[in-house]
């Protein structure tokens, strides 16, 4: 099998090309993302190694001839077509996306553009190009925020996003579900709790907090805490992805989530004691705006009809996390000193 996967240099991403090479090595994977701020090929380094950027054409790294990476925007469609029209991929799976609901608010024409132009591109290329199988990733802040005793997002669950960023992954979850009513396009979606593990950006909670306090800098927890997220170890996402990929219903979406809700207090206090700092370290900060209480996801169907369990517990996949955040030092310390 041959995938073109978007946004593959980044947290998620990166994590499913490591995760299929080493499970499938006799597929090809064409790997495509623009390297803006979170995509790093440094999160690739053992595949491609040295890593050669070509905005172009494909370059084919000695030892990995199954991997391809190639510079480019989603939302430059002509370069889109040439790529996917080339290369004929048996799939996409459609990662890129701009992520941070922080960043959004500060500036969300950007996420109109990569997450629904972007999303519009290369929906039209894989119908253009035979129909090509889409798999496109999503989240469940489309849903908007739960209170503490509403029933957990599902896949019928009422679409109303909060932020920018909601909004524009919304956007775009609706347009590839256009492009199978419409076209017959053959897609599924996938709507993820949060995410963690290696090679998160580190402005994101865990890694931002678990790099401070390596670094004994104050962690800042926005408002009284209190928000509740439901948890999900990348690694457990990634063969969720594999399993909708390969045997998901067209045209369905599925929920994905760890099982694992917790307040933003309750991570904090588990980070600090994992690493040995005291509550000290905390700085409250005040709260982002439109910060939605609660999210938290119901992952019956897949359990039912895909036979998907995350494997990792909270407690497991924290400690694997700090531990790979500690023995990566050089990772996230160049990332910080870039920023």
């Known amino acids: 099998m041959k995938l073109l996967i978007t946004g593959g240099a980044?947290?998620?991403?990166?994590?499913?090309?490591?995760?299929?090479?080493?499970?499938?090595?006799?597929?090809?994977?064409?790997?495509?993302?623009?390297?803006?701020?979170?995509?790093?090929?440094?999160?690739?380094?053992?595949?491609?190694?040295?890593p050669r950027v070509d905005?172009?054409?494909?370059?084919?790294?000695?030892?990995?001839?199954?991997?391809?990476?190639?510079?480019?925007?989603?939302?430059?469609?002509?370069?889109?077509?040439?790529?996917?029209?080339?290369e004929k991929p048996d799939a996409i799976i459609h990662f890129a996306a701009e992520s941070h609901v922080d960043r959004s608010i500060l500036g969300p024409e950007e996420f109109v553009k990569t997450n629904v132009l972007g999303t519009?591109?290369?929906?039209?290329?894989?119908?253009?190009?035979?129909?090509?199988?889409?798999?496109?990733?999503?989240?469940?802040?489309?849903?908007?925020?739960?209170?503490?005793n509403d029933t957990l997002f599902n896949e019928t669950t009422p679409y109303d996003p909060r932020s920018p960023y909601s909004a524009s992954k919304a956007s775009s979850d609706h347009l590839v579900r256009?492009?199978?009513?419409?076209?017959?396009?053959?897609?599924?979606?996938?709507?993820?709790?949060?995410?963690?593990?290696?090679?998160?950006?580190?402005?994101?909670?865990?890694?931002?907090?678990?790099?401070?306090?390596?670094?004994?800098?104050?962690?800042?927890?926005?408002?009284?805490?209190?928000?509740?997220?439901d948890w999900l170890f990348v690694e457990d996402h990634c063969e969720a992805i594999d399993l909708i990929l390969q045997k998901g219903k067209i045209g369905e979406t599925y929920c994905v989530g760890g099982n694992c809700e917790k307040t933003n207090k309750e991570i904090t206090y588990k980070i600090l004691e994992l690493l040995g700092k005291g509550e000290e370290m905390i700085e409250f900060v005040a709260d982002r705006k439109g910060h939605d209480r609660r999210y938290a996801i119901d992952s019956s169907k897949i359990q039912r009809e895909l036979g998907w369990a995350p494997k990792n517990n909270f407690e497991s996949g924290i400690k694997k996390t700090i531990d790979w955040y500690q023995k990566n030092e050089a990772w996230w310390k160049k990332i910080k000193s870039d920023r």
Not at 22 to 44: F, H, M, Q
Not at 203 to 215: A, G, H, S, V
Request: hydrophobic share 35%; charged share 20%.
């Open 120 to 148: 519009f591109n290369l929906l039209e290329s894989a119908r253009q190009n035979g129909n090509i199988r889409f798999h496109h990733i999503s989240t469940d802040e489309v849903f908007g925020s739960l209170g503490p």
């Open 178 to 229: 256009a492009y199978f009513h419409t076209f017959g396009l053959p897609i599924t979606i996938s709507n993820c709790s949060n995410n963690y593990g290696p090679f998160q950006f580190p402005e994101k909670l865990m890694p931002l907090f678990i790099t401070n306090l390596i670094e004994n800098k104050k962690i800042p927890l926005y408002g009284d805490g209190m928000n509740v997220r």
């Open 10 to 50: 980044g947290f998620i991403g990166s994590n499913f090309i490591h995760y299929w090479i080493k499970k499938y090595p006799e597929d090809s994977i064409i790997n495509l993302d623009a390297l803006t701020y979170a995509g790093n090929l440094e999160n690739l380094k053992d595949i491609e190694n040295p």
């Open 55 to 86: 905005e172009r054409s494909p370059r084919v790294e000695a030892g990995q001839e199954n991997y391809k990476f190639i510079k480019i925007n989603i939302c430059e469609k002509e370069k889109i077509d040439e790529i996917i029209s080339t």
